[in-house]
């Protein structure tokens, strides 16, 4: 792997993370929904799923996405199910009376992070960049463990920057929150941009 090949596929895993498919506009719609924690649960989930088809594809593991072929519609399904049931509390969350605070339950970071995790191992767009688009920049067959290592802290941190990146400038506009109209207007919207990301998800 050289100079080169590393600094084009990081710039390429730039630019993979900040296409806003299913999952970034679940991401977006859970920060403003429900805050920063939860986007950054979801975030991490989205980035752990990453992590194994990085793995799979580096390791030359072609029988594992044949085995994952069976469990491909159940964990497309269970993610945007999950998806689809938030939007839908969105829309029926009732504003908090007086201050607006942060009412998200104190599992709601796990729980974002297991449909992230769900949506990322569902994702199409996933699969095909690793085991589809990786072998164009690096030559897999030849690669040590140092360049593992090297392939592997290139795009990981790559992708939860931008991802966290979404997730916070997300989360500022619920910060800025303070009439109970504008309030229920963005739950609505980011419940129907959740609703959308989970049918997005179950389409593909």
Same mark, same amino acid.
């Given at each position: 792997?050289?100079?080169?090949?590393?600094?084009?596929?990081?710039?390429?895993?730039?630019?993979?993370?900040?296409?806003? #498919?299913? $999952?970034?506009?679940?991401?977006?719609?859970?920060? +403003?929904?429900?805050?920063?924690?939860?986007?950054? $649960? /979801?975030?991490? #989930?989205?980035?752990? $799923?990453?992590?194994? /088809?990085?793995?799979?594809?580096?390791?030359?593991?072609?029988?594992?996405?044949?085995?994952?072929?069976?469990?491909?519609?159940?964990?497309?399904?269970?993610?945007?199910?999950? +998806? &689809?049931?938030?939007?839908?509390?969105?829309?029926?969350?009732?504003?908090?009376?007086?201050?607006?605070?942060?009412?998200?339950?104190?599992?709601?970071?796990?729980?974002?992070?297991?449909?992230?995790?769900?949506?990322?191992?569902?994702?199409?767009? &996933?699969?095909?960049? /690793?085991? $589809?688009?990786?072998?164009?920049?690096?030559?897999?067959?030849?690669?040590?463990?140092?360049?593992? @290592? &090297?392939?592997?802290?290139?795009?990981?941190?790559?992708?939860?920057? &931008? +991802?966290?990146? /979404?997730?916070? @400038?997300?989360?500022?506009?619920?910060?800025?929150?303070?009439?109970?109209?504008?309030?229920?207007?963005?739950?609505?919207?980011? #419940?129907?941009?959740?609703?959308?990301? #989970?049918?997005?998800?179950?389409?593909?």
């Amino acid at each position: 792997m050289t100079i080169e090949s590393g600094i084009a596929l990081a710039f390429a895993t730039f630019v993979f993370a900040c296409i806003p #498919g299913p $999952g970034v506009a679940a991401l977006v719609a859970q920060s +403003l929904s429900r805050g920063f924690r939860a986007g950054i $649960g /979801y975030a991490a #989930g989205l980035v752990c $799923g990453d992590l194994v /088809y990085l793995l799979t594809a580096l390791w030359g593991l072609g029988w594992i996405s044949a085995q994952v072929g069976p469990w491909f519609v159940v964990l497309k399904w269970a993610g945007a199910a999950y +998806l &689809v049931f938030m939007g839908i509390r969105a829309w029926r969350a009732v504003p908090p009376i007086g201050r607006f605070t942060d009412s998200v339950p104190p599992r709601s970071g796990q729980r974002s992070f297991a449909v992230g995790l769900c949506v990322s191992l569902g994702n199409p767009k &996933v699969i095909a960049f /690793y085991c $589809g688009f990786l072998p164009g920049f690096v030559d897999l067959p030849t690669l040590t463990g140092a360049e593992v @290592l &090297v392939v592997v802290s290139l795009i990981i941190p790559t992708v939860f920057t &931008v +991802l966290s990146l /979404y997730a916070w @400038l997300s989360s500022q506009g619920r910060t800025a929150i303070r009439s109970t109209r504008v309030w229920k207007t963005m739950h609505r919207i980011a #419940g129907s941009v959740m609703i959308g990301a #989970g049918v997005a998800v179950a389409a593909e």
